[in-house]
């Protein structure tokens, strides 16, 4: 993928960026990776959902049946933009760390003494600690090659064994931006008879999840990170969903998915407000490529985005490059091929601390530390409470926003 192959944002960025409030205020927000940006559509539903239809689901009035119509409205959406194969594919709850913490809870159960899961040191800590924290899981850890960082899939093969029921792996690390290569993943995976489990938050708002495509058996992220609320999504693969043993109430059929996955059930305003985010984004991509619509244009919106993105992670990256005492802790290149907008750095002899504090004086959020990826803080040795600076950077970010950050780190100091 070259970014000239890609329908350009640009001329679109005055819609964009009308569309997400807060980013009429002072602050240019630069820690997407922790949270973005909410779209008035989600906000809006929000509101109309408890105005109009707080009622319990199920019942046979006018008001319950819209309230229902309205959640499985959203739920739709949810599937629609992974492109799950069926709606019942969707598990919803209150965080990823929530999600795989059940999941874990029912895929555990099915493992017997001995069973082996493999997880890896550059995740972030919710799709690892779960394992270690499952009776009778033997976890063993895939480990990056420690100059590149990169996950080696000839080091996966050599982890797998008869016994390896579940691989764990980040789609994108949320400290190196990296994108592993998940379809391949997937493949050898299920040529070791296995399964994969994929922890998609840190890559979901960037580029266009497609489970059916990457083949994958689980896949993960949050919606606080793609333009939405506090709610967070699940994928399993239809005949994984119900083969796995229920974490709901006990008179909850083994049949019903999701249900019997999402104990307390889910948040029903939050699921209804998800439609907005696929309205956004298919609007984005009719206007970036006219004539699509439908996951053409969700499609053709994911390249805009990457596009710009990369632009924006390639102001940065030329520029940290040409400073001696910079270490970029990920991919030096912007290829939209290899990495996410999301930046780490650490500067010889200062404190990361010192970055994020000095710019909030300006107005501009960026974060620093180990952002739960703290195995991955020891793999490089890095203190775990300085960690690193982290910049993340969305599609509504502009030029300027990098250029006033990069203004505002040299003021601190990177020579
Ligand atoms: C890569 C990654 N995985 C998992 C999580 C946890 O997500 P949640 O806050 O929804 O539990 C995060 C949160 O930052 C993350 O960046």
Not at 335 to 361: I, K, M, N
């Amino acid at each position: 993928m070259t970014t000239t192959d890609l329908p350009a944002l640009t001329p679109q960025l005055d819609f964009v960026r009308s569309q997400f409030p807060a980013l009429t205020g002072p602050w240019t927000f630069l820690d997407n990776a922790g949270g973005s940006q909410v779209l008035t559509g989600v906000a809006d539903r929000v509101r109309d959902y408890l105005v109009q239809t707080s009622v319990q689901l199920g019942a046979t009035y006018a008001v319950s049946q819209e309230a229902a119509a309205r959640v499985a409205d959203g739920t739709r959406a949810a599937a629609e933009l992974i492109n799950a194969a069926d709606v019942r594919e969707v598990v919803l709850g209150s965080s990823a760390t929530q999600l795989v913490s059940n999941f874990a809870q029912s895929f555990g159960a099915t493992l017997k003494e001995g069973d082996e899961v493999i997880v890896t040191s550059t995740d972030h800590e919710a799709n690892i600690g779960a394992w270690l924290r499952t009776r009778g899981a033997v976890v063993r850890v895939w480990r990056p090659q420690p100059d590149t960082l990169e996950l080696q899939l000839a080091d996966l093969d050599a982890l797998m064994t008869p016994r390896t029921r579940l691989v764990c792996v980040t789609h994108a690390s949320n400290i190196l931006g990296q994108i592993n290569p998940v379809a391949e993943i997937a493949r050898r995976v299920h040529a070791g008879g296995a399964q994969v489990f994929v922890d998609g938050v840190a890559y979901a708002p960037h580029r266009l999840v497609d489970v059916q495509a990457l083949d994958v058996d689980y896949y993960m992220f949050s919606f606080y990170k793609v333009f939405g609320p506090h709610i967070s999504l699940l994928y399993g693969r239809l005949e994984h969903l119900l083969a796995l043993p229920n974490i709901n109430h006990n008179f909850v059929g083994e049949q019903a998915i999701p249900y019997k996955l999402q104990p307390g059930n889910v948040n029903y305003e939050l699921t209804y407000s998800l439609r907005a985010i696929t309205d956004y984004l298919e609007e984005l991509g009719m206007r970036v490529q006219p004539g699509t619509q439908g996951r053409a244009a969700l499609t053709a919106a994911y390249g805009a985005i990457a596009a710009h993105e990369s632009m924006l992670a390639g102001l940065l990256l030329d520029h940290l490059r040409g400073k001696a005492r910079v270490r970029i802790i990920g991919p030096a290149t912007a290829d939209p091929a290899v990495r996410v907008a999301t930046v780490s750095f650490v500067v010889e002899g200062r404190a990361s601390s010192d970055y994020p504090q000095a710019l909030d004086d300006h107005h501009i959020a960026i974060r620093y530390g180990n952002f739960y990826a703290r195995r991955l803080m020891d793999e490089l040795a890095l203190d775990p409470v300085e960690g690193v600076v982290r910049v993340s950077m969305a599609h509504y970010n502009t030029a300027q926003d990098v250029q006033r950050l990069i203004a505002g780190l040299d003021a601190v100091g990177l020579d």
